[in-house]
């Protein structure tokens, strides 16, 4: 008698459908059949500016700190319980929690997206979850050794945060453009962003930078700065944008910069080297291991020194080139996060099979 992969339901629960480096990365992967396993997404709540797609539900539209968002995202998966429940970040993780209390046979996995606990609630809602899931996955190694204790690495896995695979971009000489993307919050540290442009400007007037995202809380302090500065005539708040139109805005920078207090994976840093932007960032998070000082990036460490490294950059084309090119060859032979996701959903749920 042979055995043939039972069909198994996948869900992905994530807070709401913004374009934060999660949800991003939830959209690479199709909603649909792979194989033998049914991957859909659900969002706790509704937001008024998307369409659902198939594949996805969207919870009610509601305020996000709404308790009936919760236990409306609980009273369907309990109901029509999928085989592997995926949470990502701590609101849906008091889901988990309840899901796998009432359906202790259905496998889950918390999902970790950031090396360290954002406040009191997510860090109880995390720990609990670890405790009670089936397997931990983690965006980095960073993530993954940072916030699981020792006694449940076992249950840990990385899990690449690479959307796309993309061809290596035409070597070209460097602009004084440079670009940001992602929300705009102070844990991206845009504050300090804007104190190391300001100092380029002083030494280069023709300089711009360009940021991109929502805002997250700093927006109006932000401008107020530049304002402060006299560089509104150099930096420019572009607001959301989708992720064609930033690729559109990175092809016209050569500088991807971004100081971070902290960060996980830092998918936008990411997408930014594949494109041959070279990365001016802190390192910290996973950006440690993956930016290499003066070979595939400018580690922002003094202030002074990476001004004087950037400028040093744009008058010198080949070694900008050489830099440029190392930071999109890095990501040539990395595996995909759609690719690396269903393997582990796979590999989770491998005993599970049906007799033909």
């Not at 659902?52 to 109901?79: C, F, I, K, M």
């Not at 971070?260 to 840093?269: I, K, R």
């Not at 910290?284 to 922002?300: F, K, M, Q, S, T």
Request: with cysteine.
């Amino acid at each position: 008698m042979t055995q043939t992969p039972k069909k198994l339901r996948v869900v992905h629960l994530i807070p709401y459908d913004g374009i934060g480096g999660v949800e991003i990365a939830a959209h690479s992967l199709p909603t649909g059949w792979h194989e033998n396993l049914l991957f859909e997404r659900q969002y706790l709540v509704r937001e008024a500016s998307v369409t659902p797609q198939t594949g996805e539900y969207h919870g009610p539209s509601t305020p996000l700190n709404d308790p009936r968002a919760y236990w409306h995202a609980l009273w369907r998966l309990v109901r029509n319980p999928p085989d592997l429940l995926v949470a990502s970040l701590w609101r849906s993780a008091l889901v988990l929690i309840c899901f796998k209390i009432l359906r202790p046979n259905k496998k889950t996995v918390i999902f970790l997206h950031l090396a360290h606990d954002v406040h009191l609630i997510d860090k109880l809602a995390n720990s609990i979850a670890m405790r009670l899931c089936d397997a931990i996955w983690a965006d980095s190694t960073m993530t993954l050794t940072q916030r699981v204790p020792q006694v449940l690495r076992g249950k840990g896995r990385t899990i690449s945060f690479l959307l796309t695979s993309r061809p290596l971009p035409t070597p070209r000489a460097p602009r004084a453009n440079f670009v940001f993307w992602g929300r705009l919050n102070a844990q991206k540290g845009l504050d300090r962003s804007l104190k190391l442009f300001a100092a380029i400007a002083r030494r280069l007037p023709e300089v711009r930078f360009t940021i991109i995202g929502p805002d997250g809380g700093m927006g109006k302090a932000l401008r107020a700065q530049v304002k402060k500065m006299n560089l509104e005539s150099r930096v420019v708040f572009s607001g959301p944008m989708l992720h064609d139109d930033i690729s559109q805005a990175a092809a016209q920078a050569s500088f991807y910069l971004q100081t971070s207090h902290d960060e996980g994976m830092a998918m936008a840093v990411v997408e930014a080297m594949q494109a041959g932007l070279v990365p001016v960032v802190t390192p910290v998070g996973e950006i440690a291991r993956y930016c290499r000082d003066g070979e595939n990036a400018v580690l922002v460490r003094s202030d002074e020194t990476t001004v004087d490294t950037v400028l040093a950059l744009l008058e010198d084309s080949d070694r900008y080139k050489r830099i440029s090119s190392a930071a999109a060859k890095y990501w040539q032979s990395k595996p995909l996060y759609r690719d690396d996701f269903l393997v582990a959903a796979k590999e989770l749920m491998g005993g599970q099979t049906n007799a033909a």
